[in-house]
């Protein structure tokens, strides 16, 4: 099993940067992928950004540009965000998948983007 724990979120103006950390414990040495989606009410999770252990990553088009995810250590994986719209206002959760296709996920963290 792993456990995630996110921190980071908060209220910023349009324009503005955040960055979100994802602390992974447990069997860290079985995380294939390991990234970010975000959800509003009323709609499903969707992708923002992922990294695979070979280290290919995948944004999401919305963020292309202005989100950055780095893998900074084995049990760390960070999301700077820059340039904030009120669009990316959601709660963000990490997410990992590991070789055994079984997925976790973290308990979220709202991300606010208003003036």
């Known amino acids: 099993q792993v456990q995630l724990v996110e921190s980071g979120g908060g209220l910023v103006q349009p324009g503005g940067s955040l960055r979100l950390s994802c602390a992974a414990s447990g069997s860290i040495g079985s995380i294939y992928a390991i990234g970010w989606y975000r959800q509003t009410p009323g709609k499903g999770r969707e992708l923002v950004a992922t990294i695979t252990n070979p280290g290919a990553i995948k944004y999401a088009d919305s963020v292309k540009g202005r989100f950055t995810i780095s893998r900074d250590n084995a049990k760390t994986v960070s999301l700077q965000m820059n340039s904030l719209k009120p669009e990316d206002t959601a709660v963000y959760y990490c997410?990992?998948?590991?070789?055994?296709?079984?997925?976790?996920w973290g308990q979220g963290t709202q991300v606010t983007v208003s003036s």
């Open positions: 997410n990992t998948v590991l070789y055994g296709a079984q997925t976790y």
